[in-house]
């Protein structure tokens, strides 16, 4: 978890489904994925409360997504992880950035039991510009 290859690696990952995703531009989950998005990543909005976000149609889960994502990141509250992990591996999804401040170490432990790539509790954002990648 969090090893810097892996952070590496998931900061170019070119879909990513942004679960828990704002319409509101104040809202970290929505200025970072903006971010992402302005870099040439493809946002996929989970959310089953909103219908579009930064021109995407927003999907009530990762089941309902059109494509499978490269990276699925979390701005949830940590109770909400060890369920989106859960989904992550039902699916066969292969990472999972949970973004800065949000920590669920059982679920982290879970994921990467099972094969999936875990970076948490550091933000996208940041470490793309960390790692000089646009």
Not at 68 to 94: C, H, S, T, W, Y
Not at 112 to 134: N, Q, T
């Amino acid at each position: 978890m969090n090893e810097p290859e892996t952070i590496r690696a998931l900061v170019q990952a070119k879909t990513i489904a942004v679960i828990g995703i704002s319409a509101d531009p104040a809202k970290p989950s929505h200025y970072v994925s903006a971010y992402m998005q302005s870099r040439g990543h493809r946002i996929l909005p989970v959310n089953p409360a909103l219908e579009s976000v930064l021109g995407e149609k927003s999907y009530p889960s990762l089941a309902a997504l059109p494509v499978k994502p490269d990276l699925v990141n979390v701005f949830r509250l940590p109770q909400f992880v060890p369920a989106i992990v859960d989904e992550m591996i039902a699916l066969g999804l292969p990472a999972i950035w949970i973004q800065q401040g949000i920590i669920h170490r059982e679920a982290a432990e879970r994921a990467e039991a099972h094969g999936i790539k875990v970076v948490m509790d550091r933000c996208l954002m940041v470490e793309s510009r960390y790692a000089g990648i646009e």
